[in-house]
């Protein structure tokens, strides 16, 4: 018998007790048989008894193979060991436990013991005993679930613990590489929050954050009855995720027909549409939604993503609060719109852009015009290739791009500078009011009402001949508005609602609104003199004007007949081409020199 098998099955006998010899043969058996390595040693490590399982797993890493000191044995693996047993103070106790050693590399062949687990503990003031267990499976098995962990991690938005947009790149992915034999289809759902920046900007990011999980739990909740169990990862036939700011993805698998995705689609608008109760706060924040039917001409996941997006603007566009289902036609009107953009960003930067000045005259009650009442400022550009570009081009695609802030406020402070100027050359003769169009995005912008106190200082503009308008959808629409418009009366400027008659007011609430002008519609005026519904619509808006003290300004006049019926009904002003198209500065001054002329 060699050295170490005798070593192996020995150890030292214990005095005589009835039935000592049994119990030292069940000792024997169980160190024989253990599922883990056993060494009893002295303290200096001097082996007294090793178990098989000690011996296969020790061996490879012993130096010359012996087991006669396991220090000796673990020094290349722990160089610190004898120091830590000798550290330690007390008679008895663990020393280490579940130490990993990792196994030299050149030692790791397949299907070896590539990590070695290590425990030691002092049984008393001579003894120690060692145990080794091969690890290599367990750590093997956690470095497996760590990787499971990033890899969710990085497939999950941090804020809403939904999918993110990688998840939706593999799902849509996954989705496109198949060719269902049924004919079933995919379809991809983009919303995008309508009204998330006002209630980010008024009610703070942290509510802003708390409202986007919420919605994400609409979203999940709108897709499954309560009862159903809902997989994050999408393996249902459906996914939820959220791709970033106020952006949602629901990929919808195995549909049978576009209708079905159609109805989906209603139902999230449904839910997310109904108010929010958030830390006090009633907060209303519908979406528009963008929905694209399998993969069409898209050749990438990316691709699919983005159709849906486009199909989301389109929503928007129209309204917002809807659903659009994507065409390939709006493919190329949405690059149009993005060279566009990249454009108007280049005008805002090289002053491509200027301003011109539709005159709004005065109805005197002696049948006469007050030529000098006032005048709207209205935003051109001048493009250095395609010459003057129509409004009706980009203001649409600045409002969707962010830029309306920019493009107003190059207007505002443009018109005060201009209206200066005209009263240094004509005096009283000049204009005595210029009125600037306000967008949603100024009013949203923080800070924009100190910025407006700004351009009235250093420009010398009196704040009572500036007229800011606002459309009539727009100042109906929440508190948070009107509390801006308040706070813009606060200043002395004038307040006028826009396109009277086109949105969400009545004459009942006009009251409610802190305007001084009411500018009626087009749409009223151009029918005005066939119409007698529309001659009633406009008498009735001047009469309860009047009542609350305010102005009325007629919009769209183009023909005499027309100028004759809002003048019947004691409309205060008027604008339109009857009277004069935009003018230049210059050209306005000298239109205003003529009328003045032929009066005097």
């Not at 760590?146 to 989705?175: C, F, H, I, Q, Y």
């Not at 060279?339 to 002696?366: C, K, N, S, T």
């Not at 309860?544 to 002003?573: D, F, N």
Request: glycine share 8%; net charge negative.
């Amino acid at each position: 018998m060699s050295r170490e098998t005798s070593r192996e099955m020995s150890c030292d006998a214990p005095a005589e007790t009835p039935h000592s010899g049994a119990d030292y043969e069940a000792l024997i058996h169980f160190l024989y048989r253990a599922p883990v390595g056993l060494a009893q040693t002295t303290l200096d490590g001097a082996v007294e008894m090793v178990n098989p399982m000690a011996s296969n797993l020790l061996m490879p890493v012993a130096p010359s193979a012996a087991l006669d000191n396991m220090f000796t044995v673990l020094d290349g693996l722990v160089p610190d060991l004898r120091a830590r047993v000798e550290a330690w103070a007390g008679p008895s106790g663990v020393i280490v436990d579940g130490l990993r050693l990792p196994l030299p590399s050149a030692r790791k062949a397949p299907n070896a013991v590539q990590v070695l687990s290590l425990s030691l503990m002092k049984l008393d003031p001579e003894r120690l005993m060692f145990m080794v267990a091969d690890a290599t499976l367990e750590v093997q098995r956690e470095k497996d679930t760590l990787s499971r962990r990033l890899r969710s991690a990085a497939r999950t938005d941090a804020l809403t613990r939904m999918p993110n947009r990688d998840a939706v790149r593999e799902e849509v992915g996954r989705l496109m590489a198949l060719r269902p034999a049924d004919g079933a289809c995919f379809a991809v759902l983009l919303l995008n929050a309508d009204r998330f920046r006002q209630v980010n900007d008024n009610l703070g990011q942290a509510l802003g954050d708390e409202l986007l999980v919420h919605m994400g739990e609409r979203i999940r909740g709108a897709l499954r009855p309560p009862s159903d169990h809902f997989d994050p990862l999408g393996r249902g036939g459906q996914l939820a995720a959220r791709i970033g700011g106020d952006e949602f993805v629901v990929v919808l698998d195995g549909m049978r027909s576009r209708e079905d995705a159609e109805r989906v689609a209603a139902r999230l608008l449904e839910a997310v549409a109904r108010p929010y109760l958030i830390d006090g706060h009633d907060v209303v924040c519908g979406a528009s939604l963008g929905l694209a039917w399998g993969a069409g001409a898209a050749a990438t996941p990316d691709e699919v993503l983005r159709d849906a997006g486009i199909a989301m603007v389109e929503a928007k566009r129209a309204g917002g609060g809807r659903q659009c289902l994507f065409e390939q036609g709006m493919r190329e009107r949405a690059a149009r719109r993005a060279g566009i953009e990249g454009e108007l960003r280049q005008a805002l930067l090289e002053d491509q852009l200027f301003v011109v000045y539709q005159p709004v005259v005065g109805m005197l009650p002696d049948g006469g015009i007050d030529h000098a009442a006032g005048v709207e400022a209205l935003v051109r550009w001048r493009h250095p290739q395609r010459g003057v570009v129509p409004p009706l081009e980009f203001i649409g695609v600045a409002e969707e791009s962010g830029l309306i802030g920019a493009l107003g406020d190059f207007v505002l402070e443009r018109a005060c500078r201009d209206f200066l100027d005209w009263r240094a050359r004509l005096g009283e003769q000049a204009p005595r009011l210029v009125a600037v169009n306000l967008s949603r995005a100024q009013l949203s912008q923080q800070g924009w009402i100190a910025h407006v106190a700004r351009i009235l200082h250093d420009t010398g503009m009196p704040a009572a001949a500036l007229q800011l308008e606002i459309t009539e959808s727009l100042a109906a629409q929440d508190q948070d508005v009107q509390q801006r418009l308040h706070e813009l009366k606060a200043l002395g400027i004038k307040l006028a609602l826009d396109d009277f008659g086109t949105g969400y007011s009545s004459l009942s609430s006009l009251h409610l609104l802190p305007v001084d002008t009411v500018k009626i519609d087009r749409s009223f005026v151009s029918q005005a003199d066939t119409s007698h519904h529309h001659q009633v619509l406009i008498e009735a808006t001047v009469k309860v004007a009047q009542s609350l003290g305010m102005q009325t300004v007629a919009e769209g006049i183009e023909t005499p007949s027309q100028a004759g019926v809002v003048r019947s009904h004691s409309c205060t002003k008027a604008q339109g081409y009857f009277y004069s198209r935009p003018l230049a500065s210059s050209d306005l001054l000298a239109w205003l020199a003529e009328r003045q002329g032929m009066a005097s």
